[in-house]
């Protein structure tokens, strides 16, 4: 298992230098120059130190070549419209989506598959019926239904602050306590309606998995055994339906990353989302290259874990 | 214990004890107690209090301001900006302020400030100011005369390209007579002088700033985090999210009575949401659809200020790429003057701002001193604007769009985030469509747009000027003189007669004289149509029903924000939290 | 012989017997009929501005319908219209996507190999990247952009999650006994992709289309949310819902209608891709977005 870890990490640095590259040139490529408008907020000094290290008035190659070490070494370059180094903006937003993601993907997650097993186990008309609202849910925007929440929970009835991720001027005057319950309420919406959005695909593709599970041989084998439904359910089908569920795991980060773009600009919380967002609408360009690339690290890191879950989960594939 | 901490027990435990938060169960036992240590308590407070005793209630206060955009400098000399100048004027003081009808000729009117008297010398060409011995910068030290030849000469430092350079030409230099005498000199004795020194000259240290070499002044870190003299001083200040001011409480007149003010860049429906709700004291350009539900609410009001500004269509004579050769389309007077005349001004306006929207009627503002209505714009008259776009070249092909030598009638419209100027842009480009001229608009964030204007990257662009109470302010953007590197001409209009007609209106002494002066000027810059004059920006803010509100200037409203109160019947929790600033 | 499992019925009386498939089928084909009929539907054009002095923010009536917006268009001429465009967008890119994509996977699944692992490497790159941010990044810095630039970048960007099913069904495909059985009997490469295969793994990709094309309908319409869609005057759905968020707190009708569109769009086509998937591909895995 280890040398397949190994191995999985290798493809994965050389993927992301992959992505790093594709970053570096989709966007060097955009019309407009990038670096024409970030004369306010740098020092001389600073612009200089750039100048040397990615060498803007060099050819494109070396350029590249110098994007990369400096990349390799974490140093992304200047974010003008920050008024600070890229490195140090994305050390601020990325715990912040992280947050949110994590939270909403357990959730989704726990729901979803929850459901899924419910539906493939119970079918009949709870099935149906929690199918159309699920297809409901998937069809639905993004965004009109943060927006929804938004509208219904911040202004109809002012249960929650109005986005943000806390109070953006008063929250370092409050007491530990009071900031802590300060955080947990301006997580609740976000959260909320990203899990939302998302559950209905985990839940949709948990019941298929289901479905293919129950018939198989060795559940009736086992009901045949005298094994109590329930068990069989939660415990044998699910266990089998689960390696699929990771690999979909893995394949949903992306998605459920862009989805999280959305809802951090409904509810103007400061993530990578927000980020990226801010940094195509001010030409930022170094920027907007190491969103992607950090966008990218991160689903590459998140099927890393899944795939060692699978690992674990499936013994078939530890040899 | 020190002095810090026991200031803050102190007035946390004075606002305790005169206004409790809630009722106390066992109030009897307490009671006494709480009298004898309060007896004690006070008694040390009294006494540890410093700076000249405030009249009237106690101070106090955290207000929050949402605002339309976020500082691009705090630092005077290079401060353009509608948040900056907000900022500036509460950490910086001038030496005299103007008066709330802005008189700007002579010096009736204008008040006190870091000089507590002046003198004229017989002849005009010089004024002696007294600085106030009391005037501490916020480190301490004092302020003296070799600070306001300093703030003078950074201002006039070509290295360091002061967008107010150009509007104090007149002053020549300042010498220190003694530490708290600086004589101002002037080139010529103009109506003006006075205010050109009062109003456009803001003093700051030379003890802080006299090291840095003027051409990496800007982006020093002491220029980011300022040291003045006002009533509010700097706490910090995280680009994009909060700006914190605090009372200065040993300022030479008088603290603040507020304690706080946190400034927050919002968008304009996040910002009403949040006043509405109680979360916010104060949000900048509201949604004019929803200012009913501002005059219903208990928690806040609305209110249009105006604000000195006006917006226009301004359209860039010279090709965006190539600076130096005529625009395809907007190099040709006839072309812009047709253009402008296939917009319906009137009906944009009503569209837009329904009845609470001020036209504009050339390059000034509603309420401005100088204006002049009655000057002549190009009217609305689409067969004209057809006509003379024909007799131009631009003949109308098939698709209904122009065209002339091959090049379509085609330019981009540049426009922020701001709602009605993006309502504005989809009405013109719907307007100029049925002239036959194709508009693509190009919506971009507020810096990307400054930022293009002053690089004069722009076919056209939806831009909003701001002006002085004086008309020497129309220099820095109608004049020759402002096309410098940091000028605000950003559409690079230069017309001699301009010049020579806005000069002469700023030496003349008759203010009949100077406002045909002017209005000739004005006429001149119609004639010329760089820009289609849309509206005035008449802001809606909204504002916290607790506050009280000081006189509001008609040129900036926040003149007297550290005379802004809260009565201590109405505080709220954040109110309370005193003086200490949080920890970084 | 082209390998194909016999099943009962025709595809068409199979579908046909589930309601959900039924109205779905309904719904598309009218929204198609409206995309591609088009102008003489439209009682406005939809960026004509009729009064925008007294038609601001009106609401639904005899004579509107739907309302009109802030500058007094005709809400339900620019849904109408509407229709073409997202449509117009989804079908370009699904087309695009499908097409490239199938080659691509043919190609590394039946070539195998060294060629199959890095063009399978270069995927994987493409596929981490999450596809909103490389979609906003390109679609705001090559800004203003026709909607056909806008179409094309959604399907250039979509590709790789056919090609990974596609890829996937071809190496299964490859050893299968009816393949062996035409190369053995001289057929050419092209042939036997083209004749053999294709038909084959041909079901999992259609179910893969029809579910594509309600999600790039969501794709559009929120990257018009976000401001990095079709520019004005292009009215996609989720650019007349972008153009509503100013004035939606008066006037609910402007983000209602274009909202309901994409939502009922996006509901029948993903209905319609269910039914098919039951119905063409029972045993297949369920694809993902």
Request: proline letters at 7%.
């Given at each position: 298992m280890?040398?397949?870890l190994v ?5 994965s640095?050389v993927?992301?230098?992959i992505?790093?590259t594709?970053a ?10 990038p670096f024409s408008?970030?004369a ?7 612009r200089?130190?750039l100048?040397?290290q990615?060498?803007?008035d060099?050819p494109v190659?070396i350029q590249?070549?110098?994007?990369l070490s400096?990349v390799?070494?974490?140093?992304f370059g200047?974010s003008f419209t ?5 490195s140090?903006a ?10 949110l993601a994590?939270?909403?993907l357990?959730l989704s ?6 459901l899924?097993v419910m539906?493939?186990?119970?079918g009949g008309?709870f099935d149906r019926?929690?199918s159309?609202?699920l ?5 639905l925007?993004d ?8 509208t219904?929970f911040?202004?109809?009835?002012q249960?929650?602050?109005a986005g ?19 955080r ?5 919406l976000?959260v909320?309606s990203l899990?939302i ?5 985990v839940?949709?593709?948990?019941r298929a998995?289901?479905?293919?599970v129950l018939?198989s ?8 055994k ?15 339906a689960?390696t ?8 949903m980060l992306?998605a459920f990353l ?5 809802i951090e600009k409904?509810?103007s919380?400061?993530g ?5 967002t801010g940094?195509?609408e ?5 920027l ?8 990218a690290?991160?689903v ?7 795939d060692l879950l699978?690992?674990a989960?499936d013994?078939?594939v530890r040899? | 214990m020190?002095l810090?901490?026991?200031r803050k027990l102190?007035?946390?435990f004075r606002?305790d004890?005169l ?8 109030f ?8 004898i240590g309060?007896?004690a308590l ?10 000249p005793a405030?009249?009237?209630a106690?101070?106090g ?17 290079s401060?353009v900006?509608a948040?900056?100048?907000l ?6 003081d001038r030496?005299a302020?103007i008066?709330?009808?802005l008189v700007?000729?002579g ?6 400030r870091?000089?507590?008297?002046w003198?004229?010398?017989p002849d005009s060409?010089s004024i002696?100011?007294s ?6 910068w916020h480190?301490g030290?004092?302020?003296t ?5 300093f703030s ?5 430092d070509s290295?360091?390209a002061?967008?107010?350079a150009?509007?104090?030409t007149?002053l020549d230099?300042?010498h220190?007579?003694?530490?708290l005498t600086a004589?101002v ?6 109506p ?5 020194v009062a109003?456009q000259l ?7 700033y006299?090291?840095i070499?003027a051409?990496?002044m800007r982006?020093a870190?002491?220029a980011?985090?300022p040291?003045g003299?006002g009533r509010f ?6 680009p994009?999210t909060r700006?914190e001011l605090?009372?200065?409480?040993n ?5 603040a009575?507020l304690d706080?003010i946190?400034?927050?860049p919002t ?10 709700t109680?979360?916010?004291?104060l949000?900048?350009?509201l949604p004019?659809?929803r ?5 219903t609410s208990?928690?806040?009001?609305g ?6 500004a006006y917006l226009f269509m301004?359209?860039?004579?010279y090709?965006?790429k ?5 625009h395809?389309?907007f190099g040709d007077v006839?072309?812009?003057r047709a253009?402008?005349m ?9 569209n837009?701002?329904?009845d ?5 009627h050339?390059p000034?503002?509603f309420g401005v ?8 714009l190009?009217?609305y008259d ?8 024909d007799?131009?070249?631009?003949r109308?092909?098939a698709?209904?769009m122009r065209?002339?030598?091959g ?5 981009s419209?540049?426009?922020n985030?701001s709602?009605?100027?993006?309502q504005?842009?989809?009405?013109i480009?719907?307007q100029l469509r049925?002239?036959?001229a194709q508009?693509?608009i190009d919506q971009?964030d507020?810096?990307?747009?400054v930022?293009?204007?002053n690089?004069h990257d722009?076919d056209?662009?939806?831009y909003?000027f701001n002006?002085?109470p004086?008309?020497?302010?129309l ?5 020759t003189a402002g096309m ?10 230069s017309?001699?007669?301009?010049d020579?007609?806005?000069d002469?209106?700023?030496?003349s002494f008759?203010?009949a004289?100077m406002?045909?002066?002017?209005s000739?000027a004005?006429?001149?810059i119609v ?14 803010y909204?504002?916290?029903?607790r506050i009280?509100?000081a006189?509001?200037r008609?040129d ?6 550290a005379?802004w109160?809260i009565?201590?019947d109405?505080?709220i ?9 949080a920890?970084? | 012989m ?5 099943r009962?019925?025709s ?6 017997r589930?309601?959900a ?5 309904v ?6 009929l409206?995309?591609?009929v ?7 054009s939809?960026?004509e501005?009729?009064n ?6 009106a609401?639904?009536s005899h004579?509107h319908?739907?309302?009109t917006d802030?500058v007094?268009?005709d809400l339900l001429?620019?849904v109408?219209?509407g229709a073409?465009i997202s449509?117009?967008?989804?079908a370009?890119a ?10 691509y996977?043919?190609v590394a699944?039946y070539?195998g190999g ?8 270069i995927l994987?790159?493409?596929l981490?990247?999450p ?6 990044a390109?679609a705001?810095?090559?800004k203003?952009?026709p909607f056909?630039e ?6 250039a960007?979509?590709w ?8 996937a069904?071809?190496l299964a495909?490859?050893?299968a006994t ?5 190369q053995?009997l001289?057929?050419?490469t092209?042939r036997?992709l083209?004749r053999?295969i294709l038909?084959n793994i041909?079901a999992?990709?259609i179910?893969?289309?029809t579910?594509?094309?309600?999600n790039?309908?969501l794709?559009?319409s929120?990257?018009?949310y ?6 004005p005057?292009t ?5 007349i ?6 004035s939606?707190s ?5 983000l209602?209608?274009?909202g309901?569109?994409i939502?009922v769009?996006?509901?029948?086509f993903?209905?319609?891709g269910?039914?098919?998937?039951d119905v063409?591909?029972?045993r297949g895995?369920?694809?993902?977005r």
């Open positions: 280890y040398r397949r191995a999985r990490l290798g493809q640095i993927v992301a230098f992505v790093a594709i570096f040139f989709v966007v060097r490529d955009a019309p407009g120059d408008y970030e306010r907020s740098l020092s001389p000094g600073v200089e130190q100048r040397k990615f060498g803007y060099q190659l590249y070549l110098r994007y400096n390799a070494r974490g140093n200047w920050k008024g600070t180094f890229v140090a994305l050390a601020e937003a990325i715990p912040r989506t992280l947050l994590s939270v909403a357990a997650f726990a729901i979803g598959v929850a899924g539906q493939a186990a119970r008309w019926v929690s159309g609202i297809l409901f849910f998937y069809s925007p965004f009109w239904g943060a927006l929804m929440i938004l219904v911040t202004s109809w009835w249960l929650f602050p943000n991720i806390v109070d953006p001027t008063l929250h370092e005057y409050m007491p530990p306590w009071g900031a802590f319950v300060d947990v309420k301006h997580l609740v976000p909320a899990t959005l998302s559950l209905a695909g839940a949709r593709y948990q998995a289901m479905l293919e018939p041989e060795f559940i009736r084998a086992a009901r045949a005298g094994v109590s439904e329930r068990a069989l359910v939660w415990r044998h089908a699910l266990r089998n689960a699929p569920m990771v690999t979909i795991l893995g394949l992306p862009g989805g999280t773009v959305f409904v509810f919380w400061p990578l989302g927000s980020l990226a940094a195509v001010g030409r930022d360009y170094d907007v290259t190491a969103t992607i690339v950090v966008g690290v991160i590459l890191i998140g099927n890393l874990l899944a699978h690992a989960i013994p078939r040899e | 020190d810090a901490t026991l102190c007035s946390n606002n004890l206004f409790p938060r809630f009722p106390r169960p066992n009897p036992m307490r009671s006494s107690r709480l009298l309060s007896v006070l008694a040390a407070c009294t006494s540890k209090e410093s700076g405030v009249s009237g106690p101070s206060g955290t207000l929050i301001f949402s605002l339309a955009g976020d500082a691009v400098s705090l630092f005077p000399p401060v900006d948040t900056g100048r900022v500036q004027d509460q950490i910086f030496l302020e008066g709330p009808d700007t000729v010096d009736k009117g204008f008040s006190p870091l000089a507590q008297k003198t004229w010398a060409m002696a100011f600085i106030d011995p009391r005037a501490r480190d030290k004092p302020v005369a070799s600070d306001v030849r003078l000469k950074i201002v006039k290295a360091f002061s967008p107010v150009p509007v104090i007149n230099s300042v220190v007579r003694d530490s004589v000199w002037f080139k010529k004795h103009t003006e002088q006075f205010y050109d109003y803001v003093i700051i240290p030379e003890h802080v006299g090291g070499p051409d990496q982006t870190p002491a980011s985090a040291i003299s001083r700097f706490v910090r200040w995280v994009g700006l605090i009372a200065d409480t300022n030479y007149r008088g603290r009575k706080r946190i400034i927050t968008a304009a429906a996040t910002a009403q949401t949040q006043l509405l109680g979360q916010s004291d949000g900048e350009n004019l659809d200012l009913s539900e501002l005059d208990s928690v806040a009001r209110m249009l200020l105006p604000n000195f301004g359209m860039n004579p090709d965006a190539n600076k130096t050769s005529p395809a389309i006839r072309t812009r253009l402008s296939a917009v319906d001004r009137v009906a944009m306006l009503k837009v701002f329904g609470k929207g001020h036209l504009s050339g000034f503002p001193g100088f204006g002049d209505t009655t000057l002549h190009p009217p689409t067969t004209t604007a057809k006509t003379m776009l007799s131009s070249g631009w109308v092909g698709g209904g065209a002339k030598n090049r379509p009638l085609r330019f419209l540049i426009v985030q709602q009605p100027r993006r504005y842009a989809v009405l480009q719907e049925r002239i036959g508009v693509d971009t507020q810096n990307t747009m930022a293009r204007a690089k722009f056209a662009i939806l909003a002006t002085d004086s008309p020497s302010g220099l820095q953007n109608w004049g410098g590197a940091d000028g605000q001409n950003i559409l690079r209009y017309n001699k007669r301009v020579a007609l806005l002469s209106a700023a030496a008759d203010g004289k406002k045909s002066y002017v000739q004005f006429q001149a004639d010329d149509a760089p820009a289609v004059f849309l509206y005035d920006l008449t802001v809606v909204g504002v916290n029903r009280t509100l006189p509001m008609a900036e409203w926040w003149a007297n924000l005379d109160s009565p201590p109405k505080r929790p954040r109110d309370r939290i005193g003086l200490t600033p920890k970084p | 082209t390998g194909r499992v016999p009962s019925g595809l068409a009386s199979r579908l046909l589930r309601p498939a039924r109205w779905s089928l719904v598309i084909a009218l929204l198609v409206a995309a591609v088009g102008p003489p539907l439209w009682k406005y939809p960026t501005q009729p925008i002095v007294g038609l601001k923010n609401p639904p004579a319908p739907f309302g802030a007094s268009r001429s620019r109408l219209s073409r449509l117009g967008i989804s370009l699904v087309a695009l996507a499908v097409t490239v994509g199938t080659a996977g043919l699944g070539v060294r060629l199959d692992t890095s063009m399978m490497r994987d790159a493409f981490s990247i596809r909103v941010l490389l979609l906003i390109l705001t810095l090559w203003p952009m056909w806008v179409a094309i970048l959604i399907g960007t979509g790789l999650g056919v090609s990974r099913l596609v890829r069904e071809t495909m490859r050893h009816f393949v062996e059985a035409a053995a001289g057929a050419s092209p036997t083209w053999h038909p041909a999992p990709v179910v893969f289309a579910l594509a094309v309600g790039v309908i794709l559009e929120g990257l018009s976000l401001g990095a869609g079709t520019s005057p009215a996609s759905w989720g650019a819902f972008y153009d509503g968020m100013d939606s008066s006037a609910w009708w402007v209602l209608f274009p309901m569109a939502l769009t996006v509901l029948a993903n209905t319609l269910d039914a098919l998937r063409l591909d029972p895995s369920p694809t993902t």
